[in-house]
């Protein structure tokens, strides 16, 4: 493994970006073209064949000696949040990167093709959505759902895809068939403080928790607040207080089963010192990989709503926004990641992915795995989010083991020649 050539390649990603703290590479931005045509080339020099689909992936493949065998990917994304790190996305393409290297460089030669993914428009920060690439590729994005949204600038997602040579109508040609791929896994940054707190170098993806959001409208009734006694108010704040409370008791109660709840959003409607609130709203994020465990705490968030309804005199109204089911990773790759770090003595633990990914979707096309290395200070989305290079290594060979396995290597020429002629 080239450690040096691997750091080397994610800093040369971090210089694709636009002006802020950190980097900025936004979806379909000129700076995250840049940073695709870049690799591009860089993977067209190690013998590669590119195609970009419908929805921007770029699908960089290296041949099997038989190409009409489904394909082993592997990937990540490269476009980021508003000042975001170095790290998220990257180290999951650039590892990929330094695999095909080391296979060309070993000569090494694999019966099945080998895809490299860069799935287009992971994050949500620019277009509210998240994962576009991965679901257009599943076969889970219906392009009407698109044509709504706009970044902060107010720019359509229809306008961005024109502007990268794409049509917004045509995401639907992305899909691929589950009988194409044979196996996708992904290295990620871990974005939690658990596998630095107990001194863990890798963490096994077991599943990917799925959120449940709500957005919750609360209205009492403004008053003076020097003139209207405590008995007589109707204070939509206070209501919106207790529900965000029981939120995180409820949560509390469950987690134990890594169930997650967070009020992420609280605005008063027009507040000032001297009213009592009349409107409020809240954003609520519940996530787990147990149903049942996060199906308690829904089931908590809706018996505090009619309570505070009714001991607060307030009306209030729950929209749901998403609830989606968790994912599961394959348990053969989970067990296969296990053995190999018992194998090479690498501290490991099987864990839950608390944020989405791309491999959530592509666990509906083919077996599917995920492997997180450490996030010092467990920060990400932020410039300081920092993962060692050498925690990088241990990741990169784990995914290096596996993809060769997967694609099953062919040691000599005799062999390969029966195999094209059989
Ligand atoms: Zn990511």
């Known amino acids: 493994m080239n450690l040096k050539r691997l750091q080397q390649s994610i800093e040369k990603i971090a210089t694709y970006s636009d002006a802020g703290v950190g980097i900025n590479r936004l979806a379909y931005t000129k700076a995250e073209q840049d940073a695709k045509r870049y690799l591009i080339r860089q993977f067209e020099d190690e013998g590669l064949t590119i195609r970009v689909d419908a ?18 990917a592997m990937g990540s994304h490269i476009d980021s949040v508003y000042d975001a790190g170095k790290y998220d996305g990257v180290i999951g393409v650039m590892a990929a990167l330094e695999i095909i290297r080391l296979l060309n460089e070993e000569s090494i030669q694999t019966l099945h093709p080998i895809e490299v993914i860069i799935f287009s428009c992971e994050e949500s920060a620019r277009f509210s959505i998240a994962t576009v690439g991965s679901k257009a590729m599943a076969g889970v994005l219906p392009a009407i759902d698109l044509h709504a949204l ?17 049509d917004l109508e045509q995401v639907e040609r992305a899909v691929r ?26 963490g096994i993806v077991s599943a ?29 704040l206070l209501g919106a207080a207790e529900i965000a409370l029981e939120i995180e008791r409820a949560a509390k109660a469950e987690a134990h089963k890594g169930t ?156 390969n020649k029966c195999l094209r002629s059989s």
């Open 177 to 202: 068939r589950p009988a194409s791929f044979k196996s996708y896994v992904e290295l990620h940054i871990e974005q939690g403080p658990i596998l630095e707190g107990e001194r863990l170098d890798i």
């Open 150 to 166: 706009t970044d902060r600038d107010g720019i359509t997602m229809a306008e961005a895809f024109r502007e990268n040579q794409l």
């Open 260 to 415: 997650v709840g967070t009020v992420g959003v609280l605005t008063i409607q027009s507040g000032s010192m001297n009213t009592v609130p009349g409107e409020a709203y809240l954003e609520i994020d519940i996530r787990g990989t147990d149903g049942s465990s996060k199906q308690m705490v829904i089931e908590r968030l809706q018996a505090v709503i009619s309570r505070v309804e009714q001991e607060r005199d307030l009306q209030i109204s729950c929209t749901l926004l998403s609830h989606e089911q968790p994912v599961h990773m394959h348990p053969d790759i989970v067990h296969d990641f296990e053995e190999t770090c018992e194998e090479n003595n690498i501290r490991y633990k099987v864990m839950p992915s608390g944020a989405g990914h791309d491999a959530m979707n592509m666990a509906g096309l083919c077996p599917t795995g995920m492997l997180f290395v450490p996030s010092q200070d467990g920060l990400s989305h932020n410039p300081k989010e920092y993962t060692s290079i050498e925690q990088i290594g241990i990741g990169t060979r784990l995914l290096k083991d596996f993809i060769l396995k997967s694609a099953i290597v062919t040691t000599n020429a005799l062999q």
């Open 208 to 236: 990917i928790a799925a959120p449940t959001r709500y957005r919750i409208s609360i209205s009492g009734r403004a008053s003076h607040s020097g003139t209207t006694p405590m008995n007589y108010r109707s204070d939509a």
């Open 55 to 72: 929805v921007g992936n770029v699908i960089a493949r290296r041949e099997g000696l038989r190409t009409e065998l489904p394909v082993v």
